[in-house]
């Protein structure tokens, strides 16, 4: 299940990890500017983003940083990444509406891009 801890959003509120899916499931993206990679990664794939039409796509900044994008959120105490496994940047895990962790955080824009395909191919 999805722990009940704090992230904050764009607007310094604090909110729980089980709000994200309250809509549906959600691919969390675990990213840190100034990481080439997660640069990458965050302009392959944006906030709000669908995913086959079924999975919407959440950035989670390591840091606090002044972003265009009202629906990103940090876990500015490393908590979150910690809890969830999210120990490489970037990494991604999918949170299921069901609030269960349906599979193992992926590590890298190759295993995030093959994970976003097994999402698509989903019927």
């Known amino acids: 299940m999805i722990p009940k801890i704090s992230i904050v959003d764009y607007d310094g509120l604090t909110k729980y990890l089980p709000d994200l899916v309250t809509d549906g499931p959600v691919l969390l993206i675990h990213i840190k500017m100034g990481c080439g990679s997660c640069t990458s990664i965050a302009n392959e794939f944006v906030d709000n983003q669908l995913i086959g039409n079924k999975v919407l796509v959440r950035m989670m900044e390591a840091e606090a940083a002044k972003s265009d994008n009202r629906s990103r959120v940090w876990d500015l105490d490393g908590n979150v990444a910690h809890t969830l496994g999210l ?13 269960s962790i349906p599979f193992n955080p992926v590590y890298g824009i190759s295993e995030i891009r093959r994970l976003v395909s097994q999402i698509e191919n989903i019927s």
């Open 87 to 99: 120990t490489v940047t970037p990494s991604a895990l999918l949170l299921a509406a069901d609030r």
